[in-house]
């Protein structure tokens, strides 16, 4: 069994966020068109764009995405909000202005995100009087560098 920090739990989420981009477009069923396909000889094929080669998750990359998806159930919103923004990868300024936080208390908002789904899934249980910062100096007594 994995003990969770928060720096793991930050790694997954990205992970996730990285699957969910690679992933293909969904298509609609049912539309479909008669015509053949075009076959393009080289002389067509000179000076366009090459199409970006899209790599599609393996497996075992998709069902530990669908696992994390329900991480952030449990969170307030906007800190779910912030949490899978910054898995995304998204700057703190475009985070500050999705959330209508100042960067710092979405900074702490984030870390505390990360801390109470590090708690979940180390089965512990966080009393809900706890303030904010009392629930990162408990995940910060598992893991010093946090």
Known sequence: MTNWTPRLVEVRLSEAAFVLKRLPEPKLMGYFSTWPEIVQSFADKVGQEPKPMRV???????TRMEETLTWTAGLDPIDG???????YGYR?????RAVGLQRSSAHHHWV?????????????RVNQKLSMQQV?????ADDPAL
Do not use: F, T
């Open 81 to 87: 909000q912030i949490v899978w923004l910054r898995a």
């Open 112 to 124: 505390y995100g990360l801390c109470l789904i590090s708690h979940k899934l180390n089965r512990r």
């Open 136 to 140: 990162i100096d408990l995940a910060r």
């Open 92 to 96: 703190w300024r475009e985070v500050c």
């Open 56 to 62: 599609i998750p393996s497996p075992a990359a998709i």
